[in-house]
């Protein structure tokens, strides 16, 4: 490729990336969004609880708890397998509990929160926060998407005076250290108000809140020569964003491309919409009874498969490389990682991964390794949850990420690109 186009590439892919991460300080939002990109480019969507009438070559999309989203595009020939993308649409954060406000000293108002997800709790401090997720509300008003887009909280930190031992390490209490302060004692709104404001109806119509903190701060680009990217919830909607853009430009011809974005993967994935539930399989095996297919053709579909669980891998980090695995060591701007464990925590073996390399040739883009150290214990991510029950050959991949579940998370320019041009060659398009 050109290197007067790479650069425009990755300067507009990495712009749009930050985009969809403002648009997208929760889950519920991120799938909203990936939803109206698919309605712009004809995907229609479907209700679980109706029948679905399929068309070969036809787009299609659903969604499961307004959290989680698979979306299709059927070939236009004979349907011989399916070409799947799992993602998650979740990032730790903080939950705000029911019964939110918490008065303190006659002076403040406090918020009640509880962790989501494993933080990095220090990052949180003294950021200006506000609060986006959804709403249920009473009667007929169904459920309500809710972002609040200002500043609207912070988590104070205790001045170095009060704590002289603070850069010796500090062990943070949610329940104590880390509550945003959201106004005045003698505030005219509470918590509650706030949102009923926000959304439009009264408070005493909302009978139910799933309702998160996120970080104000936007993506930004950095380094010398702009090679590194800043932004809240690189890990995972940086794949999200990715296998869209891949859903968007993919021609199938044989196989059915699949991009699933998955909820509650921070947590688990044990829920109705995570990626241990039954929500892929549902869906597939909708599509070939659709089709006309029995179940036991269904089953040779799945025979035919792939996936790729895409999901963010740690990079080697400058301070301390020595946390890192003595031969695979991915670095920022390097390609992407296509991740190992000998405990299956990662779905990848010898022929997954040769697979994705081929890929990767055919993208014209570099990939590395990622092993954990031997003495470290890692995370567990989607691909081997949903292969229980979907089992198909799959491969586990990422961007090199530094500060992974930190509220402010970096990558590499360039690594966004060639996600994006690996997916799309996934999927069909031209790879270079």
Not at 149 to 171: C, Q, W
Not at 219 to 239: I, K, S, T, Y
Not at 382 to 407: E, K, T
């Amino acid at each position: 490729m050109d290197e007067n186009k790479s650069g425009k590439r990755v300067t507009e892919q990495v712009e749009k990336l930050f985009a969809f991460i403002k648009q997208s300080p929760t889950c519920y939002q991120a799938v909203e969004n990936v939803g109206r990109e698919l309605e712009a480019s004809g995907y229609r969507q479907l209700e679980e609880k109706v029948e679905w009438e399929l068309k070969p070559g036809g787009k299609y999309y659903v969604t499961r708890n307004g959290s989680s989203l698979i979306a299709f595009r059927l070939p236009a020939k004979e349907l011989k397998g399916f070409r799947m993308i799992a993602s998650h649409s979740d990032s730790p954060c903080f939950k705000v509990k029911e019964n939110a406000d918490m008065p303190a000293e006659n002076a403040y108002v406090r918020l009640n929160v509880e962790k989501y997800g494993g933080m990095i709790l220090s990052t949180w401090l003294d950021r200006p926060l506000s609060v986006a997720g959804r709403i249920a509300l009473a009667g007929n008003g169904g459920v309500r998407n809710v972002m609040i887009d200002k500043d609207l909280l912070l988590i104070p930190n205790v001045a170095i005076h009060m704590n002289r031992d603070m850069n010796k390490g500090v062990e943070y209490n949610v329940q104590t250290d880390m509550l945003p302060l959201f106004t005045g004692e003698h505030g005219e709104k509470t918590f509650l108000d706030l949102i009923a404001a926000q959304t439009g109806v009264g408070t005493e119509d909302i009978l139910g809140t799933d309702l998160f903190l996120y970080n104000r701060e936007e993506g930004r680009v950095f380094g010398a020569d702009g090679e590194f990217a800043c932004a809240p919830r690189l890990d995972d909607l940086a794949c999200v964003y990715a296998s869209l853009q891949a859903m968007l430009h993919g021609m199938p011809e044989e196989y059915a491309n699949v991009t699933a974005v998955f909820d509650n993967e921070e947590v688990g994935s044990t829920t109705k919409q995570g990626a241990a539930s039954t929500f892929l399989q549902d869906v597939l095996v909708r599509i070939s009874e659709a089709l006309g297919m029995t179940g036991s053709g269904y089953r040779r579909l799945l025979a035919g498969s792939f996936m790729i669980s895409a999901d963010n891998a740690h990079a080697v980090h400058p301070n301390h490389p020595e946390k890192a695995d003595p031969t695979n060591r991915p670095y920022l701007n390097q390609g992407i990682v296509i991740k190992y464990h000998g405990g299956q925590k990662y779905t990848t073996d010898a022929v997954s991964a040769a697979y994705i390399k081929e890929i990767c040739r055919q993208a014209g883009v570099p990939w590395q390794t990622y092993a954990n150290r031997s003495d470290i214990a890692g995370g567990s991510t989607l691909g081997n949850l949903s292969a229980a029950l979907v089992p198909v050959a799959a491969a586990d991949i990422g961007l090199a990420q530094l500060a992974m579940h930190s509220a402010y998370e970096t990558i590499g320019t360039k690594d966004m690109d060639y996600m994006v041009r690996a997916m799309e060659c996934f999927f069909g398009a031209p790879c270079i």
